[in-house]
């Protein structure tokens, strides 16, 4: 039998100690690190995995990724 496949964006950053940090934005809250690509996307595809178990009785509508944006202002501290 084969099952239903879903596909989410995932967004991965490097932290200032070099770990891989990543997050999905349509599942609020699940997010991950590892110390390589390699491990951080199979520890962000375990944590996706539990939290849609966990969330079975929500509807998740997978968002339509356009695009990531440098955006310059300010800084806050700048007179």
Not at 20 to 36: D, F, I, R
Not at 48 to 72: C, N, Q, R
């Amino acid at each position: 039998m084969e099952k239903n496949v879903v596909e989410f964006d995932v967004i991965i950053e490097q932290d200032e100690d070099g770990m891989y940090v990543a997050h999905v934005p349509e599942l609020p809250g699940c997010h991950t690190q590892g110390k390589t690509i390699e491990e951080v996307l199979a520890n962000i595809k375990e944590a996706m995995e539990l939290y849609l178990e966990h969330t079975e009785d929500k509807e998740i509508e997978p968002m339509k990724f356009i695009a990531v944006h440098k955006v310059k202002i300010p800084s806050p501290d700048a007179a």
